[in-house]
């Protein structure tokens, strides 16, 4: 024991710091990253004093194991690793009644000077979000015990992994490299218990493959017009980089990081990756990376509103996937606005989202109606009718909103409950996915108008109401600011004129806030009046009645 310690005193300049004045030494000289094709004499082992509260570790410092919980497991390797060096890790025991998985990574901070009792409860997005730490979460369907994960970086910063035998897959980037760096694992989630084993280098097929894993051969759609996906990913160029984010090993686009092979199923295959969260949230949301947003430990009043970065093109379908704790499913809010959020201050993002339709924008909100768990998919376009129609793990839920689609629309959602994080899959532009759009009502037909936007000038079925949705003043009177009375499209053959619960009355009353038009006002103000009062069409909760007039 003596001269093991003795050994790592002289390899790295100074011993590990020990005992309570440990953190008041100046900082040593660091091993420097040695050049590809050199490995350290010393083995590679587990941190001995920085580590999370709940982190035990035998006597050799190569297994480790949570004793309890599902967090505070985070832990260090006892020397800098070389570029191209891989940390080998098999996984010794998984606890399958958690979500989540093993987060690898590298920091740049000497564990030695971390205080043991600061680390946080999680690696993401706790240690991410500080200056010298890289981590991702590993696919839970590759935690399974007995694998071996394989994890480097390469001289560009590139961090890959690799599961068993198999091709190396692209995990982050960004890595400095031109600093020493230490291996962070955190013993998160499904993975109870690690064992290091014994570091090797790259060998040279995986640091130039010919081309991905015969597996993932026959997955990708090869495309003459678009030579990126012939490409390995260790043959990168500098400039290659920034095309990363569309490179697929699979044969639907699943961007960086998102490699549950589960999902290709329930997406298009191909997705545009240009959309992503915008820079203004709320104050209780974190972004992990453009495309993924965290929710922060946070209780009480939360604001955890976050946008598009841009708005939404027409017919345009946006995927989400939204992860959850297990204890009780989530829930989401989500709608579009003609506000730019680039106006907003966090500071003006409210905690409930519906108090937002008393700005002077356009805001429309809803709540997904159905219990959201981990690993959920969710799809949102707005059709060229201004139908918001939305599906759920690939099956459609129908129209959700009717909105005004004059204007530009940004897509904004709010995490409620035990949603956790919410990423930007992508988003694929094609003809409407209206979907079967169930009626709720027997007195349901296709005459009925069933939306309120603003569009073009033509007077048919689809033609729209020239009605303005914005209220400055109080939700239950989103018109008093206009007193000018809205016109109404002429009549034609095909529009029923006849309120759908009395069958005699003319039609013109607007339900607030989804905008169907299909009573009469005598029958609206029975309708809202009534306990749990909802619309006939979409069984929305009615917020008020509108009384409409027909221009002459």
Excluded at 311 to 337: D, I, N, Q, W
Excluded at 371 to 388: W, Y
Excluded at 494 to 506: K, L, M
Aim: charged share 20%; with cysteine.
């Amino acid at each position: 024991g003596q001269g093991h310690s003795l050994s790592l005193h002289y390899s790295l300049n100074g011993p590990f710091p020990a005992g309570p004045h440990r953190y008041h030494h100046k900082p040593k000289r660091c091993l420097p990253i040695q050049p590809c094709g050199n490995l350290s004499s010393f083995p590679l082992l587990f941190h001995p004093s920085t580590k999370g509260s709940q982190i035990v570790m035998d006597m050799s410092q190569r297994t480790v194991k949570r004793q309890a919980s599902f967090c505070n497991a985070i832990t260090f390797s006892n020397r800098p690793i070389a570029v191209y060096e891989q940390v080998r890790l098999k996984i010794t025991k998984k606890q399958c009644c958690w979500s989540g998985a093993l987060r690898l990574g590298f920091t740049s901070k000497d564990p030695s000077r971390i205080n043991p009792d600061t680390l946080p409860k999680y690696a993401c997005p706790d240690l991410v979000s500080q200056s010298g730490f890289w981590a991702k979460a590993l696919p839970e369907e590759l935690s399974n015990e007995g694998n071996v994960i394989s994890f480097w970086v390469d001289k560009k910063g590139r961090v890959f992994y690799r599961i068993n035998d198999s091709s190396p897959i692209l995990f982050f980037s960004g890595v400095h490299v031109s600093e020493p760096l230490w291996a962070l694992i955190d013993v998160y989630g499904l993975t109870r218990g690690v064992q290091l084993l014994d570091s090797e280098m790259v060998p040279l097929d995986c640091l130039r493959p010919r081309s991905l894993a015969s597996a993932h051969q026959t997955a990708i759609q090869r495309s003459s017009g678009d030579p990126r996906l012939s490409v390995s990913l260790c043959d990168l160029n500098d400039e290659d980089e920034e095309q990363l984010h569309p490179l697929s090993s699979s044969s639907c686009h699943v961007p960086q990081n998102s490699q549950n092979s589960q999902q290709c199923s329930l997406l298009p295959s191909h997705l545009d990756n240009d959309l992503h969260f915008h820079s203004v949230h709320g104050i209780h949301v974190t972004m992990l990376d453009k495309h993924t947003v965290a929710r922060l430990d946070h209780r009480g009043d939360e604001r955890t509103l976050v946008f598009t970065s841009r708005p939404m093109h027409c017919s345009e379908t946006v995927f989400v996937k939204v992860k959850a704790g297990v204890s009780r499913p989530g829930s989401l809010s989500y709608g579009v606005t003609s506000c730019d959020p680039a106006t907003l201050r966090p500071i003006d993002l409210p905690s409930n989202p519906e108090s937002l339709v008393d700005r002077k924008e356009f805001w429309a909100v809803r709540r997904v109606a159905m219990p959201l768990h981990s690993g959920d998919i969710l799809g949102f376009v707005v059709n060229a009718e201004g139908e918001v129609m939305m599906s759920h793990n690939g099956v459609s839920a129908g129209m959700q909103l009717c909105v005004d689609n004059s204007r530009p629309l940004w897509m904004f959602f709010g995490l409620h409950g035990t949603i956790t994080q919410l990423r930007i899959l992508g988003s694929s532009q094609h003809p409407d996915l209206r979907g079967p759009s169930v009626p709720s009502s027997p007195s349901f037909t296709p005459n009925t108008p069933t939306m309120l936007c603003s569009g073009n000038s033509e007077s048919n079925l689809n033609t729209p109401l020239n009605i303005n949705l914005n209220s400055s003043t109080t939700p239950s009177s989103p018109f008093s600011n206009h007193p000018e009375s809205p016109t109404f499209p002429s009549c034609s053959s095909s529009w029923s004129d006849e309120c759908t619960i009395c069958y005699e009355n003319a039609v013109d009353t607007v339900l607030y806030a989804c905008g169907h038009m299909c009573l009469c006002y005598a029958c609206g103000l029975k309708l809202k009046k009534m306990a749990n009062a909802c619309c006939p069409i979409c069984r929305r909760t009615i917020k008020d009645i509108i009384k409409t007039y027909r221009s002459t």
